[in-house]
């Protein structure tokens, strides 16, 4: 009897490299993509009034930040790969539920899509953590903005499109996608990441690593600029559509312009080769500062909305170089001991500025219109810029470059 082999690759899942990473998240970026225009509208629709709405984005993101710092306790109970796959399925159930379009479903499936985007971020960057070394994560964010660019990209506009013509059409592409990504985890095999050390001692309070990550400034500092980057997006993403509406734009033109600024997504490997030319501190720096006038233009210039809407896409340009280098600080100063811990609290950031944004938003919209966050957002980015000052004019120079190399 001949004896058949099994397949290296069925008794093996290969290593996870940057092209299986970057695939991950290039189908979670179909399924957040094509509702990331659309839940604010339908919020728009279901509440009709956007300090209402900015209430109910800061419960979510109040309640999102909570899951997420509890997940480094969870996976000490629960495997890693359960608790990715209890957050896709999450995601999954959301978006059915938003595509109901009861105003209390939609509010409900909002926030269970956001608590499933923080539950699979720390996951996602714990296992990069553990598979990726760090000359090449300059390489895999690159490639991860890259292979997520036609989500990105198509989302937005095709989203409004569907919701215009059949609301509940888009939550039900983003709960296929979702799927889909929860498919493709599992064939990855990732298992429960790499063990560092044997525990020998009872799981910590959830809160007890904010000590060791609040004793290290370039933690810190790498941590403020992602939650600054990610309220420039909440700006542009929930309030531009907002202001739209309200200044006779219509509902579609939100979709449309923010499909046009993920299209550079594309050009992400021309912004790295630029940043290698550099360091990341000039990339950093330059992203701030310009995405900050811009903001700032865009507020001022309120009166004028065409302008308004322009100044905001290419502030938002510069949010997506932001998008390649931002992160790298807070990634070089991560301990190879405290993977798990400080990928939860690196990935807090969203849920940070899911707060942050629509309380300040709550409080401008009580003395200003919606061309007030604006410029609160612009004033927010140029801070950044002068905190980013203290970055070391090398950092992550030799590393960007090996990771060219290879």
């Known amino acids: 009897m001949h004896e058949r082999r099994i397949p290296e690759w069925l008794r093996h899942a290969p290593a996870p490299g940057v092209r299986g990473f ?11 993509g094509i509702l990331i225009s659309v839940f604010p509208l339908a919020m728009y629709n ?3 009034d956007a300090q209402i709405i900015s209430e109910a984005y800061f419960v979510i993101g109040l309640l999102s930040l909570a899951v997420g710092l509890m997940v480094p306790f969870t996976t000490r109970y629960l495997p890693r790969r359960w608790v990715y796959v209890i957050g896709a399925s999450l995601f999954v159930s959301g978006s059915l539920l938003a595509a109901t379009g009861d105003p209390l479903a ?5 926030g269970l899509n956001t608590m499933s985007t923080v539950i699979t971020f720390v996951c996602f960057n714990a296992y990069v953590m553990d598979y990726i070394a760090k000359i090449q994560l300059g390489r895999l964010e690159t490639s991860r903005l890259f292979y997520s660019a036609l989500g990105w990209t198509i989302g937005p506009a095709l989203g409004v499109f569907l919701y215009s013509w059949w609301p509940a059409a888009p939550f039900f592409i983003a709960a296929c996608a979702a799927f889909s990504m929860l498919s493709l985890f599992l064939w990855m095999r990732l298992g429960n990441g790499k063990l560092i050390t044997k525990a020998t001692r ?10 060791r990550f609040a004793g290290q400034p370039r933690l810190i500092a790498g941590w403020l600029f992602a939650v ?3 309220a420039g997006w909440w700006v542009y993403i929930v309030y531009l559509p907002i ?5 006779g734009l219509g509902d579609r033109i939100a979709g449309i312009v923010l499909s046009m600024s993920n299209a550079a997504l594309f050009i992400t490997p021309l912004m790295l080769r630029w940043m290698q030319q550099r360091s990341i501190r000039y990339a950093v720096r330059t992203g701030f500062v310009m995405a900050g006038c811009l903001f700032s233009i865009a507020g001022l210039a309120a009166g004028w909305p065409w302008v308004t ?3 905001l896409v290419g502030g938002s340009f510069f949010l997506i170089l932001l998008d390649v280098s931002g992160g790298l600080p807070f990634l070089l100063a991560v301990k190879p001991s405290e993977r798990t811990e400080m990928a939860a609290v690196y990935a807090s950031f969203r849920d940070v500025s899911g707060i942050l944004t629509p309380g300040t938003a709550w409080l401008v919209l009580l003395f200003a219109p919606v061309a007030g966050v604006f410029v609160a957002s612009g004033a927010s980015l140029l801070a950044a810029w002068a905190l980013s000052a203290k970055l070391h004019p090398r950092l992550g120079r030799a590393r960007i470059r090996i990771a060219a190399a290879a």
Do not use: D
Not at 106 to 110: A, I, N, Q, R
């Open 202 to 211: 009872p799981p910590a309070n959830p809160l007890a690593y904010l000590p």
């Open 309 to 311: 809407v322009l100044a």
């Open 46 to 48: 279901a509440l009709q």
């Open 22 to 32: 970057a695939t991950l998240a290039g189908t979670e970026a179909v399924a957040r």
């Open 243 to 247: 202001y739209a509406i309200e200044n």
């Open 106 to 110: 939609v509010v409900l499936g909002l």
């Open 228 to 230: 600054i980057r990610s």
